[in-house]
Protein backbone atom coordinates (compact mmCIF):
# COMPACT_ATOMS: atom_id res chain seq x y z
CA UNK A 1 0.00 0.00 0.00
CA UNK A 2 1.49 3.32 -1.09
CA UNK A 3 1.84 5.99 1.81
CA UNK A 4 2.41 9.45 1.03
CA UNK A 5 3.54 12.42 2.98
CA UNK A 6 2.60 16.06 1.88
CA UNK A 7 4.87 18.97 3.30
CA UNK A 8 5.22 22.52 2.29
CA UNK A 9 2.32 24.36 3.16
CA UNK A 10 2.28 27.58 5.16
CA UNK A 11 0.38 30.99 5.35
CA UNK A 12 1.26 33.58 2.95
CA UNK A 13 -0.57 36.59 1.78
CA UNK A 14 -2.28 37.08 -1.82
CA UNK A 15 0.28 36.79 -4.84
CA UNK A 16 2.89 34.61 -2.88
CA UNK A 17 4.19 31.42 -3.59
CA UNK A 18 4.55 27.75 -1.86
CA UNK A 19 6.21 24.34 -3.06
CA UNK A 20 4.46 21.54 -1.77
CA UNK A 21 6.00 18.11 -1.94
CA UNK A 22 4.97 14.62 -1.62
CA UNK A 23 6.69 11.58 -0.99
CA UNK A 24 6.76 8.08 0.04
CA UNK A 25 8.94 6.52 1.98
CA UNK A 26 11.23 3.71 0.27
CA UNK A 27 9.67 3.93 -2.57
CA UNK A 28 10.34 5.29 -6.23
CA UNK A 29 7.29 7.83 -7.11
CA UNK A 30 8.46 7.40 -10.89
CA UNK A 31 6.13 5.08 -11.94
CA UNK A 32 3.01 6.69 -10.47
CA UNK A 33 0.40 9.01 -11.59
CA UNK A 34 -0.26 11.24 -8.82
CA UNK A 35 -2.43 14.00 -7.81
CA UNK A 36 -2.96 16.70 -5.73
CA UNK A 37 -6.22 17.41 -4.04
CA UNK A 38 -7.26 19.88 -1.90
CA UNK A 39 -10.51 20.94 0.71
CA UNK A 40 -11.30 24.10 1.59
CA UNK A 41 -13.14 24.99 5.05
CA UNK A 42 -16.88 23.52 4.58
CA UNK A 43 -16.09 22.72 0.52
CA UNK A 44 -15.93 19.36 -0.86
CA UNK A 45 -12.23 18.28 -1.86
CA UNK A 46 -11.15 18.83 -4.99
CA UNK A 47 -9.07 17.75 -7.74
CA UNK A 48 -6.09 20.09 -8.22
CA UNK A 49 -3.25 18.77 -10.84
CA UNK A 50 -1.92 15.55 -11.78
CA UNK A 51 1.12 14.27 -13.63
CA UNK A 52 1.60 10.89 -15.11
CA UNK A 53 3.54 8.34 -14.36
CA UNK A 54 5.37 7.69 -17.53
CA UNK A 55 4.92 10.57 -19.65
CA UNK A 56 4.72 13.21 -16.61
CA UNK A 57 1.74 14.44 -18.88
CA UNK A 58 0.07 17.00 -16.59
CA UNK A 59 -3.24 18.13 -16.17
CA UNK A 60 -4.69 21.25 -13.98
CA UNK A 61 -7.88 22.45 -12.60
CA UNK A 62 -8.67 25.47 -14.66
CA UNK A 63 -8.33 27.77 -12.27
CA UNK A 64 -4.57 27.08 -11.42
CA UNK A 65 -3.88 27.25 -14.95
CA UNK A 66 -0.73 29.12 -15.66
CA UNK A 67 -0.27 29.33 -11.46
CA UNK A 68 0.51 26.57 -10.58
CA UNK A 69 2.77 23.68 -12.07
CA UNK A 70 3.10 19.87 -11.04
CA UNK A 71 6.57 18.07 -11.66
CA UNK A 72 8.57 15.26 -10.13
CA UNK A 73 12.05 15.03 -9.49
CA UNK A 74 14.46 12.75 -11.64
CA UNK A 75 15.19 10.63 -8.86
CA UNK A 76 11.97 9.69 -7.85
CA UNK A 77 11.80 10.62 -4.69
CA UNK A 78 8.77 13.41 -4.32
CA UNK A 79 6.00 15.22 -6.45
CA UNK A 80 6.13 18.62 -5.82
CA UNK A 81 3.21 21.50 -6.60
CA UNK A 82 4.60 25.03 -7.15
CA UNK A 83 1.59 27.30 -6.67
CA UNK A 84 2.35 30.83 -7.44
CA UNK A 85 0.41 34.17 -7.31
CA UNK A 86 -1.40 32.50 -4.64
CA UNK A 87 -5.63 33.56 -4.10
CA UNK A 88 -7.66 33.36 -0.96
CA UNK A 89 -9.36 30.41 -2.66
CA UNK A 90 -6.43 28.68 -2.67
CA UNK A 91 -6.47 28.35 0.73
CA UNK A 92 -7.44 24.59 1.88
CA UNK A 93 -5.33 21.31 2.98
CA UNK A 94 -3.46 20.16 0.47
CA UNK A 95 -3.41 16.21 -0.06
CA UNK A 96 -1.28 14.10 -2.80
CA UNK A 97 -2.93 10.62 -4.23
CA UNK A 98 -1.81 8.04 -6.60
CA UNK A 99 -4.41 7.87 -9.21
CA UNK A 100 -4.31 4.54 -11.74
CA UNK A 101 -3.80 6.97 -15.11
CA UNK A 102 -3.64 10.22 -16.18
CA UNK A 103 -4.59 11.15 -20.00
CA UNK A 104 -4.73 13.86 -22.25
CA UNK A 105 -8.04 15.41 -20.39
CA UNK A 106 -7.95 14.24 -16.99
CA UNK A 107 -6.76 12.35 -13.90
CA UNK A 108 -7.87 9.27 -13.37
CA UNK A 109 -9.42 7.25 -9.82
CA UNK A 110 -7.56 6.46 -6.91
CA UNK A 111 -7.64 3.15 -6.02
CA UNK A 112 -10.40 1.86 -3.44
CA UNK A 113 -7.72 1.10 -0.97
CA UNK A 114 -5.93 4.21 -1.10
CA UNK A 115 -5.20 5.45 2.16
CA UNK A 116 -5.15 9.54 2.97
CA UNK A 117 -2.41 11.34 4.63
CA UNK A 118 -3.13 13.91 7.12
CA UNK A 119 -2.38 16.62 4.03
CA UNK A 120 -0.54 20.20 4.00
CA UNK A 121 -2.73 23.32 4.92
CA UNK A 122 -1.89 26.17 2.77
CA UNK A 123 -3.69 29.43 3.97
CA UNK A 124 -3.88 32.51 1.65
CA UNK A 125 -4.48 35.52 3.60
CA UNK A 126 -3.58 39.34 3.72
Known amino acids: QLQLVESGGGSVQPGGSLRLSCAASSVSLNDYAIAWYRQAPGKEREEVSC????????IYLESVKDRFTISRDRGGSTVTLQMNGLKAEDTGVYYC???????????????????WGQGTRVTVAS
Open 97 to 115: QRVYYVDDTHCGPIPATAI
Open 51 to 58: IGGYDDNA
